[in-house]
């Protein structure tokens, strides 16, 4: 079967393209809302004192979840 580029990292760490979409998805959208609290609190250091640095120790708790899923250790980067 061919290489398809669409499903080939999906299925390397064991998800449909539409779960990685998701994950990914998610991921993306809290980490620009994080940039913009980052931005915001650059201005007014009183506003989202800890809202990036919560967001990044969230997601890295369900990144490590997510590592240890099978299918996972065949991943090249991680």
């Not at 980490?31 to 650059?42: K, M, Q, R, T």
């Not at 990144?63 to 240890?68: G, H, L, M, T």
Request: charged share 20%; hydrophobic share 40%.
């Amino acid at each position: 079967m061919a290489h398809n580029p669409f499903t080939h990292h999906p299925r390397e760490v064991g998800e449909s393209y539409g779960e990685h979409l998701a994950h990914a998805g998610v991921s993306g959208l809290r980490l620009v809302g994080s940039g913009i609290a980052c931005l915001i609190h650059a201005v007014f250091p009183f506003l989202f004192v800890h809202t990036a640095s919560d967001t990044v120790k969230d997601m890295h708790r369900g990144i490590a979840k997510r590592v240890d899923a099978p299918n996972w250790e065949r991943h090249p980067i991680i």
